[in-house]
């Protein structure tokens, strides 16, 4: 409850500074930029502090609504034996009395309503490992190893130990829930914290995360710019002499947003295919923090420590006028080009997270949506110049736009780095 007071102080906090005080992104003075970075860390990490332990919060108020137990059994082999000829899965947990994350586990994770539940369809395990070394040799002439503790394993319905879903460390009954959806399907390596996110809440929403992550991009001050480009090659009211009519100027939004569906998910399928096989190195140490750093130098860009640019030579080239259809998606997926300065952060962060998970279709899906809500404002413009007229104006909006980009990506940092920070710390 501490945690989530704190949290919740520093947000309010952070929020009523950012308002008091208006940031101005342009102001290069030293005190200004840090002025307006400690304002916008201050919510980052009010939000982060919030959210975790608000979750752990929920976790223990759930907890008080029930009274089942896992029925535990302590016969190993036979139990094994039983899972084998019913055809069923199999859970073991090794702890003991010295071990604090396994107590934690047996007293947070394991009296949870939703995991007693979850893992009726299981046969239960456990086994006190207090006297280590004589536990071990035990699970040992058994075929079992275990490295430390604590210690908790999947066996498959043909009696097979299924390694990816191996537990080695106190988790909470959400994530733990995660890994049990996970049990029953043969892995060779452990989920990434990204793909048990995606597994626990569902790609829909991943989906629908980026594509709104993607119109926030399309209202940053270096995309808006290229509003009038889609007005004179897309919208305008003639073409090649004649008046356009609604289906042309259907088709020719359309082309002009599927050049940028191309391009960005082009970018995704890239991504996807060159991280294969990185997805067990993310949860490494070094690569949680690299990640962290990465994340957090991509949202000093959006508070204005640096620029992402592309040279002018190229931006003036792609922003040259060609007829046609192929031609106005050669635009399109040049105005993802030249909307790099915005849209770079995001995008950097969204393809750190497909080259983690490897996975083609994840890539897939995830960039074509943020393609899509970058495109919806291009498409609604192409499709009717009315639409122009009532856009909002540039101004001071849009850089709480930017802000709130860099306030997303400083979360999510700070959650890579207490991954890393954690496990470093544990060894």
């Not at 996110?197 to 926030?216: D, E, K, P, Q």
């Not at 710019?225 to 090649?240: A, M």
Request: charged residues 15%; aromatic residues 10%; neutral net charge.
């Amino acid at each position: 409850m501490g945690d989530f007071l704190v949290g919740l102080a520093l947000t309010v906090g952070g929020v009523f500074c950012l308002v008091h005080w208006p940031l101005d992104l342009y102001d290069t003075a030293l005190k200004v930029r840090a002025w307006n970075t400690l304002r916008v860390l201050m919510l980052a990490v009010g939000i982060s502090l919030a959210w975790s332990s608000g979750a752990e919060l929920l976790d223990s108020l759930g907890r008080q609504g029930g009274e089942a137990s896992i029925p535990w059994r302590g016969d190993v082999e036979a139990a094994l034996e039983d899972a084998r000829s019913h055809n069923m899965p199999a859970i073991l947990d090794a702890g003991a009395e010295w071990c604090a994350a396994c107590k934690e586990l047996e007293h947070r994770t394991f009296t949870d309503p939703r995991v007693v539940e979850a893992l009726r369809r299981f046969v239960c395990i456990h086994v006190d490992m207090t006297d280590f070394d004589t536990a071990q040799a035990h699970l040992k002439a058994l075929g079992i190893e275990v490295p430390s503790l604590p210690w908790v394993a999947f066996f498959l319905p043909d009696g097979r130990l299924n390694p990816g879903v191996t537990l080695t460390d106190f988790e909470p009954p959400d994530a733990f829930l995660t890994r049990v959806e996970l049990a029953t399907t043969w892995r060779d390596r452990a989920p990434t914290p990204v793909e048990a996110w995606i597994s626990h809440y569902g790609l829909l929403l991943a989906m629908l995360l980026v594509f709104v992550a993607g119109i926030g991009v399309s209202l940053t001050p270096c995309v808006y710019p290229l509003i009038p480009i889609t007005v004179s090659v897309v919208g305008g009211s003639r073409l090649d002499g004649q008046t356009q009519t609604g289906v042309q100027r259907l088709w020719r939004s359309l082309a002009f947003v599927f050049g940028l569906f191309v391009t960005y998910t082009t970018l995704g399928v890239l991504s996807a295919v060159l991280g294969k096989g990185f997805g067990s190195l993310i949860q490494h140490p070094a690569v949680s923090l690299g990640f962290a750093a990465l994340l957090a130098a991509l949202a000093a860009s959006y508070l204005g420590f640096f620029r992402l640019d592309l040279p002018a030579g190229l931006k003036t080239r792609l922003g040259r006028r060609r007829g046609g259809v192929l031609g106005l998606a050669l635009i399109g997926a040049g105005t993802g080009l030249l909307a790099a300065p915005c849209a770079g952060p995001v995008v950097v962060g969204i393809l750190t997270i497909i080259s983690a998970t490897g996975d083609i279709l994840t890539g897939t899906l995830l960039m074509a949506s943020f393609a899509a809500g970058l495109g919806l404002l291009f498409f609604g413009i192409g499709l009717s110049t009315a639409f122009l007229s009532r856009l909002p104006r540039g101004g001071a909006w849009m850089t709480w736009v930017e802000v709130a980009f860099a306030v997303m990506l400083l979360v999510v940092a700070i959650h890579y780095g207490r991954l890393g920070a954690t496990a470093l710390w544990r060894g």
